[in-house]
């Protein structure tokens, strides 16, 4: 944060303040972690946070402190949409355009009249904030949230509670500490969330070790609709609405799939295509390896986006006329996934 931000940001929390923080529409670990972390973190100043996400998140991250004070706006839409207009400070965390909140809640934010706060390291920020704490060399939201407090003097009220928080986030952002966006930053920080209490065994526990039978067997699916198109370096996986029911499809469940496909040698580029009936459209995952952008290509092509090597994004074709599309982009890159 720069001095002109940290002057603003004290400012702004120079008096008790009834705030809401906002994550994205299917909260990850990063957003989660960073919203409650952040909430946590504004209690003991003596504010009133109210952590507010789109919709419901998975199973596996309800474990977190505070979950149990989440309000889901999609649940609660009435109760949600007061206490946001009527908030003296809005927080926006991991994720850099209202729309990534839905449509609903994105017509709620554009009306809001309090000040609002980004915090994000997606690339191409919205400028919607009176404070845009936006770094894209950021391995996630919650080592930025770290560099938050610490640019406050106040790396002293991390508890255990907050820094299991944003260990979670930092986790799962990075590929468990694998993607290039982990730095000896990354490390230094983990480090002292340890120190401050946060269990790394018991984390990844929480987070790995809870699976179903069910995402298990969905998971074997996936691998056998695994596709490789060595001419590329690039493997992709599909998932239909009825290969999700048969296997009990739980929020959630395909999380990190689209790894997979990366792990195979000599793939540069993975993408998961999971065929959502419901909203009419195919969800896509992107990753890349070395300096491929996925991010372009989801911008490009798939009204989408996130990071060099992480994004997302949608088709609104059918899952075959999704990836006979797919197909056709490929030889635009071929010289970079390739060379």
């Known amino acids: 944060m720069t001095i002109p ?3 603003q940001i004290e400012s702004l929390l120079s008096q008790p303040q009834h705030i809401v923080i906002i994550p994205h529409r299917n909260p990850d670990g990063d957003a989660m972690g ?61 994720f850099n355009h209202f729309s990534r909140t839905g449509s609903d809640m994105e017509a709620v934010l554009k009306n809001v009249v309090a000040p609002i706060v980004m915090i994000d390291h997606h690339q191409q920020p919205a400028d919607y904030a009176v404070v845009t704490y936006s770094d894209t060399a950021m391995s996630s939201t919650c080592e930025m949230i770290y560099h938050f407090i610490d640019s406050l003097g106040d790396t002293e009220l991390i508890d255990k509670d907050m820094a299991s928080c944003i260990y979670t986030g930092i986790m799962t952002d990075t590929g468990s500490f694998r993607f290039s966006s982990t730095t000896a930053q990354t490390h230094q920080v983990v480090a002292a969330l340890i120190a401050k209490g946060a269990n790394n065994t018991e984390i990844h526990q929480n ?89 372009d290509v989801a911008r490009e092509h798939y009204s989408g986006g996130g990071h060099i090597n992480a994004a997302g994004g949608k088709s609104d074709l059918n899952m075959e006329d999704t990836i006979t599309h797919f197909i056709s982009i490929l030889p635009q890159y071929k010289a970079q996934l390739t060379q």
């Open 5 to 7: 931000q940290i002057t």
């Open 34 to 94: 960073s919203t409650l972390a952040l909430a946590g973190y504004l209690k003991k100043k003596g504010h009133t946070p109210q952590v507010i996400a789109p919709n419901e998140y998975p199973q596996f991250l309800q474990w977190l402190p505070g979950n149990e004070e989440v309000l889901i706006y999609s649940q609660n839409s009435d109760q949600a949409t007061e206490k946001i207009m009527a908030a003296d400070l809005v927080f926006t965390l991991d």
């Open 207 to 295: 987070l790995n070790d809870s699976w179903s039978l069910s995402k298990m067997q969905l998971l074997g699916v996936a691998l056998k609709n695994l596709r490789v198109l060595e001419e590329f370096n690039t493997a992709y996986i599909t998932i239909t609405q009825k290969e999700l029911d048969d296997h009990n499809f739980q929020k959630g469940d395909t999380e990190g799939f689209v790894n997979y496909g990366l792990t195979l040698l000599g793939i540069r580029f993975a993408v998961i295509f999971i065929e959502n009936k419901a909203d009419n459209i195919i969800k896509m995952s992107l990753r890349s390896k070395g300096d491929f952008s996925v991010n």
